[in-house]
Protein backbone atom coordinates (compact mmCIF):
# COMPACT_ATOMS: atom_id res chain seq x y z
CA UNK A 1 0.00 0.00 0.00
CA UNK A 2 2.92 2.72 0.73
CA UNK A 3 4.37 2.61 -2.71
CA UNK A 4 0.32 2.95 -4.03
CA UNK A 5 0.37 5.99 -1.53
CA UNK A 6 3.79 7.31 -2.88
CA UNK A 7 2.46 7.39 -6.48
CA UNK A 8 -0.95 9.02 -5.56
CA UNK A 9 1.70 11.81 -3.53
CA UNK A 10 3.75 12.46 -6.42
CA UNK A 11 0.61 13.15 -8.18
CA UNK A 12 -0.36 15.17 -5.96
CA UNK A 13 2.61 17.27 -5.71
CA UNK A 14 3.09 17.83 -9.89
CA UNK A 15 -1.23 19.09 -9.70
CA UNK A 16 -0.22 21.02 -6.77
CA UNK A 17 3.01 22.67 -8.13
CA UNK A 18 1.40 23.14 -11.73
CA UNK A 19 -0.93 25.52 -10.07
CA UNK A 20 1.40 27.00 -7.66
CA UNK A 21 3.03 28.08 -10.78
CA UNK A 22 0.45 29.01 -13.24
CA UNK A 23 -2.04 31.14 -10.57
CA UNK A 24 0.30 33.71 -9.98
CA UNK A 25 0.89 34.20 -13.81
CA UNK A 26 -3.04 34.55 -13.88
CA UNK A 27 -1.94 37.25 -11.35
CA UNK A 28 0.91 39.04 -13.50
CA UNK A 29 -1.92 39.34 -16.31
CA UNK A 30 -4.68 39.92 -13.94
CA UNK A 31 -3.09 43.08 -12.65
CA UNK A 32 -2.48 44.26 -16.24
CA UNK A 33 -6.00 44.42 -17.19
CA UNK A 34 -8.78 47.13 -16.05
CA UNK A 35 -11.08 46.12 -13.17
CA UNK A 36 -14.05 44.96 -13.99
CA UNK A 37 -13.28 44.67 -17.39
CA UNK A 38 -14.29 41.27 -19.78
CA UNK A 39 -10.60 40.87 -19.69
CA UNK A 40 -10.44 40.58 -15.82
CA UNK A 41 -14.01 38.82 -14.95
CA UNK A 42 -12.62 36.04 -17.63
CA UNK A 43 -9.15 36.42 -15.25
CA UNK A 44 -11.60 35.67 -12.07
CA UNK A 45 -13.10 32.66 -13.57
CA UNK A 46 -10.28 30.98 -14.78
CA UNK A 47 -8.30 32.11 -11.06
CA UNK A 48 -11.30 30.37 -8.88
CA UNK A 49 -12.06 27.41 -10.88
CA UNK A 50 -7.69 26.81 -11.39
CA UNK A 51 -7.89 27.10 -7.39
CA UNK A 52 -11.16 25.54 -6.08
CA UNK A 53 -10.19 22.48 -8.76
CA UNK A 54 -7.01 21.89 -9.11
CA UNK A 55 -4.40 23.41 -6.15
CA UNK A 56 -6.91 23.19 -3.50
CA UNK A 57 -7.66 19.89 -3.73
CA UNK A 58 -4.29 18.96 -4.81
CA UNK A 59 -2.70 19.99 -1.81
CA UNK A 60 -4.90 18.35 0.50
CA UNK A 61 -4.36 14.60 -1.30
CA UNK A 62 -0.55 16.17 -1.04
CA UNK A 63 -0.96 16.40 3.15
CA UNK A 64 -2.78 13.60 3.54
CA UNK A 65 -0.92 11.16 1.50
CA UNK A 66 2.56 13.17 2.87
CA UNK A 67 1.51 12.96 6.38
CA UNK A 68 0.74 8.88 6.00
CA UNK A 69 4.13 8.55 4.06
CA UNK A 70 6.04 10.20 7.07
CA UNK A 71 4.58 7.90 9.64
CA UNK A 72 4.23 4.67 7.84
CA UNK A 73 7.73 5.70 6.74
CA UNK A 74 8.82 6.61 10.46
CA UNK A 75 10.42 9.71 8.75
CA UNK A 76 9.68 11.87 11.17
CA UNK A 77 13.05 12.14 13.22
CA UNK A 78 15.41 12.19 9.79
CA UNK A 79 16.36 15.84 9.83
CA UNK A 80 16.23 16.11 5.80
CA UNK A 81 12.41 15.50 6.18
CA UNK A 82 11.65 18.00 8.68
CA UNK A 83 13.46 20.75 7.10
CA UNK A 84 11.48 19.19 3.96
CA UNK A 85 8.31 19.62 6.62
CA UNK A 86 9.05 23.15 7.60
CA UNK A 87 9.14 24.08 3.60
CA UNK A 88 5.80 22.26 2.95
CA UNK A 89 4.71 24.47 5.22
CA UNK A 90 5.84 27.55 4.05
CA UNK A 91 4.74 26.35 0.67
CA UNK A 92 1.23 25.71 2.17
CA UNK A 93 1.53 29.53 3.60
CA UNK A 94 2.01 30.86 0.00
CA UNK A 95 -1.13 28.87 -1.14
CA UNK A 96 -3.01 30.95 1.37
CA UNK A 97 -1.80 33.83 -0.01
CA UNK A 98 -2.56 33.17 -3.18
CA UNK A 99 -5.95 31.95 -1.69
CA UNK A 100 -6.12 35.86 -0.36
CA UNK A 101 -4.67 37.49 -3.82
CA UNK A 102 -7.83 34.96 -5.52
CA UNK A 103 -10.22 37.02 -3.71
CA UNK A 104 -9.02 40.47 -3.87
CA UNK A 105 -9.18 40.20 -7.22
CA UNK A 106 -12.54 38.84 -7.49
CA UNK A 107 -13.58 42.50 -5.56
CA UNK A 108 -11.33 44.44 -7.74
CA UNK A 109 -9.11 45.29 -4.72
CA UNK A 110 -5.96 44.08 -6.35
CA UNK A 111 -2.79 46.65 -5.07
CA UNK A 112 0.14 45.01 -6.31
CA UNK A 113 1.77 45.29 -9.28
CA UNK A 114 2.65 43.10 -12.23
CA UNK A 115 6.40 43.37 -11.61
CA UNK A 116 5.01 42.00 -7.64
CA UNK A 117 3.39 39.48 -9.19
CA UNK A 118 6.24 38.33 -10.95
CA UNK A 119 9.05 38.20 -8.12
CA UNK A 120 6.35 36.01 -5.92
CA UNK A 121 5.63 33.79 -8.64
CA UNK A 122 9.46 32.45 -8.15
CA UNK A 123 8.49 31.41 -4.84
CA UNK A 124 6.55 28.30 -4.90
CA UNK A 125 10.12 27.54 -7.83
CA UNK A 126 12.35 28.02 -4.89
CA UNK A 127 10.87 26.06 -2.29
CA UNK A 128 9.77 23.27 -4.88
CA UNK A 129 13.57 22.72 -6.04
CA UNK A 130 14.16 22.77 -2.21
CA UNK A 131 11.88 20.20 -1.25
CA UNK A 132 12.50 17.89 -4.14
CA UNK A 133 16.28 17.99 -3.78
CA UNK A 134 15.67 17.19 0.52
CA UNK A 135 13.77 14.30 -1.03
CA UNK A 136 15.83 13.11 -3.30
CA UNK A 137 19.41 13.13 -1.87
CA UNK A 138 18.49 13.59 1.80
CA UNK A 139 22.08 15.83 2.49
CA UNK A 140 21.31 14.81 6.50
Not at 102 to 124: G, L, M, W
Not at 126 to 136: G, T
Request: glycine share 4%; charged share 15%.
Amino acid sequence: MYEWIKALHVIAVISWMAGMLYLPRLFVYHAGVAAGSPQSETFKTMEWRLLKFIVNPAMMVTWFAGLYLAWAGNWHTAHWFQLKFLLVIVMSAVHGYFVGRVRAFSEDRNTKSQKFYRIINEVPTILMIAIVILVIVKPF
